[in-house]
């Protein structure tokens, strides 16, 4: 990857905030990014777990800039993406792959409908892909430290850690509080509901899963569009073992990891959450852009 390459004046972009209906209706705020030229590729970005939707809010426009149209979201329950207290009790993990990703997949195709599909998915953005019906539809598949949630694809110190929070601390926290503390995972608090199903997630070894344990993939030999995976040395949330088993969970897709240390792209520190902060060098997201449009309009 080079990193010398000069970094053009930024293009206008054009921001627009919208609502997006989940396929059940349920209204998601959502952040549509375009640039002063199209190059026919419409881009859904899928956050990682109660991250809001802001926080892409350098990489979208970058990609806007490069001539992607861009959306962002906040899932069910999370950022601005708000519901009713009786809802958001009967809210899952699942429904953000099942219900709320394929929705924005929907209103992308109607917005732009002669554009090809390209999804980036961060860490748990990259997981769901298999629960969505849309699964055949992108042409190009970027995931940033996107992995294998189940606690033991982390070793020593770290994996009797989250054993500890999936079997302990997530329960009792919902059971007295009403919710999770998302903090002690480095992200937002989530509802009671959808943390109880990712708890359980956790601490099966198929990660997701249905309610008798079962592995839960109803679309993911769907997905057989190239899928590229970037994951880091330094990131203690996403180790090479949960990467790998990620990838498994896609045998349809042409896949592709690539493993990088910090100082291959020219930074001190990536960790789960780098990737996206405006400070990344530019070369590095050139080569993303490169990846996906390319690969989408072939």
């Known amino acids: 990857m080079r990193l010398d390459v000069e970094t053009p004046s930024p293009a206008p972009v054009r921001v627009e905030e919208v609502h997006i209906p989940a396929r059940d209706g349920q209204p998601l705020a959502a952040t549509l990014y375009q640039g002063s030229r199209s190059n026919g590729v419409a ?89 969505a019906d849309t ?29 500890l929070i999936w079997y302990v601390v997530a329960p009792v926290s919902v059971g007295l509080m009403g919710y999770f503390p998302g903090r002690l995972v480095g992200m937002g608090n989530l509802p009671a509901g959808i943390a109880r199903q990712w708890a359980r997630w956790c601490r099966n070894p198929h990660y997701v899963s249905d309610d008798r344990g079962e592995p839960l993939r109803p679309y993911n030999e769907q997905l057989r569009a190239p899928l590229r995976v970037y994951s880091f040395t330094d990131d203690e949330y996403a180790p090479e073992a949960a990467v790998r088993g990620l990838l498994d969970s896609y045998p349809q897709a042409q896949r592709e990891h690539l493993r990088f240390t910090p100082a291959q792209l020219g930074v001190k520190r990536i960790g789960h959450f780098g990737w996206f902060r405006p400070t990344m060098p530019r070369a590095a997201w050139d080569e993303a852009a490169d990846w996906l449009e390319r690969t989408a309009l072939r």
Do not use: C, K
Request: proline share 3%.
């Open 135 to 163: 699964a055949s539809r992108p042409h190009a598949v970027l995931l940033i430290a996107s992995q294998h949630g189940w606690w033991r694809n982390w070793r020593g110190r770290e994996s009797w850690l989250l054993a």
């Open 43 to 131: 881009l859904q970005i899928n956050a990682g777990t109660a991250i809001p939707r802001r926080y892409y809010d350098a990489f979208a426009r970058y990609l806007a800039e490069r001539g992607f149209e861009v959306i962002t979201y906040d899932y069910r329950g999370m950022g601005d993406s708000r519901m009713e207290a009786a809802a958001l009790r009967e809210a899952r993990f699942q429904d953000w792959g099942e219900r709320d990703a394929p929705g924005v997949t929907d209103w992308l195709a109607a917005r732009f409908p002669s554009h090809r599909l390209a999804v980036v998915g961060h860490s748990a953005g990259g997981q769901m892909l298999g629960l």
